[in-house]
Structure formats: C-alpha cells, structure tokens
C-alpha cells in the first residue's frame, strides 16, 4: 500500500463518504474532485496502474504533497484524517510513523481513567471535568465499525458509477486491491474514528479539552522517543479543530 491507493479510494463513489466519516460529508464532493484530479494526473493517459505508473519514491512523495496542497484549500481538519489514514497504510513498514496513532490510543485511554500520574502536561481542574463528562456518557475508547469484508466486496463489485469503472480498470491486475485497502484502513485498529464519537456525545468545550490535552501529551512523549516523527501528531490531530 503507498499514498496512491489512499487517493484512488478517496476519489470512488462506493467508498469516500465511509472512508471519510460523517465528521467531512460535506467536504465529500471537494475531496473526491481533487482526488480524481491527481488520479488522472498520475496515471498521464496510461490504462494500467501497475504496469504503467511511476513507483519512484520520489515521485510517490510529490504527489502525496501536491494532493495536501490542494485540500489545504479545503480545510486543514481534511489534510489531518488524510495525515491518520497515511499513518496507518505506513504501518506496513513498520515504521515509526504507525506509533504516532497508538500513541495517541494510548494517551487517549489513559486520560480516560485518569491515569495520568506519568503526563508531562498539566492535569488541570478543565481537564479533570471534562473526564468526568466523559466518563458519565461512556464515550469509546476504541472504534466501532459496520463493514464487513463481504459487504466491502459487495459493495465494489457492484458499484457501477463511470469512475468507479474507471478505478476498477486501472487497477484490474489486482481486482481485489481496492477492497483489501479500503478495509485495511477502515477496519484498523489504528483508527481514531472513535473520538468523532467523542465529538458528538460531548459538549465543544470538554471536547476540545480533551483534544488538546491527548495531543499534547502525545507529541511529548513521542518526541522523547523520536523528534522526527514526534510532529506527525499535531498534523493527525488536525482534523478535530473544526
């Protein structure tokens, strides 16, 4: 999986409002253009993805930034869940990036339950009450999904929208990549879907408390651990300002 997967999903009819999340439907209408926009671009008249797209590194890279350039003119809380889904398809290497979501997993858990006595942040009476409300309605800490594999299958094969074919044929060495991707970052356990949740169950005021509290304790620990990639938490908690 590299960025161009994420982008070709983001660019479907069958699988961009699920991907998303109800948090940008209605942004799903900008996101897809840009989407099909790069599509086309990268594919530069070529038929089969596989066979004739450029893999270079480099070349993956810069439009992986041209492609936040552009929903930068959308809102910056887009580039943040386009930064987690990055995060999670980087998991693949393992790499350090992945870490950045479990970090905030993790932050955000132990915040729940007060566990809090190791935090390099200030544990204040905001905080504390906004816990509370947290608590009081039982918000999740962990994300909560409604497709299966074979729905997600289902839904590809007979997804019949003229880009969807279009999609389909570029990546028809592979037929099943589309559906394997989409569920590998739908369906992961690396998803931080599961604070919209908190989004909608809370008050702005304690939510944004919250926020603001998990990601700053997940940037300083991850910073001790790696500076690098301790500044892709802010990006990927981007997308909770707005």
């Not at 290497?93 to 006595?117: E, F, H, P």
């Not at 926020?211 to 500044?231: N, V």
Request: hydrophobic share 40%; aromatic share 12%; proline share 2%.
């Amino acid at each position: 999986m590299n960025f161009d997967h994420i982008i070709f999903i983001a660019s479907t009819d069958c699988f961009s409002a699920k991907l998303l999340g109800e948090r940008f439907a209605d942004n799903v209408d900008g996101i897809k253009n840009i989407a099909r926009a790069t599509t086309l671009e990268l594919m530069n008249g070529d038929a089969d993805y596989y066979y004739d797209a450029d893999f270079r590194e480099e070349r993956i890279s810069k439009t992986k930034n041209d492609f936040f350039q552009k929903l930068s003119t959308l809102s910056d809380s887009i580039s943040g869940r386009f930064a987690e889904l990055d995060s999670i398809a980087s998991r693949r290497t393992l790499s350090q990036s992945a870490n950045s979501i479990q970090l905030i997993k993790s932050v955000s858990a132990r915040i729940y339950w007060l566990n809090t006595d190791d935090f390099q942040i200030e544990i204040s009476d905001e905080l504390i009450e906004a816990v509370i409300q947290a608590q009081l309605v039982e918000v999740p800490l962990d994300t909560e999904t409604d497709l299966a594999w074979e729905e997600i299958h289902e839904r590809w094969e007979y997804s019949s929208s003229e880009w969807d074919k279009y999609i389909k044929n570029i990546m028809k060495e592979v037929p099943d990549a589309i559906c394997a991707i989409f569920n590998d970052l739908y369906n992961s356990p690396l998803s931080l879907s599961y604070l919209n949740v908190w989004s909608e169950r809370l008050s702005r005021k304690h939510f944004m408390t919250l926020i603001k509290a998990i990601e700053d304790e997940a940037f300083l620990e991850m910073e001790k651990i790696d500076k690098g990639y301790a500044e892709l938490v802010r990006p990927t908690m981007k997308q909770f300002y707005e």
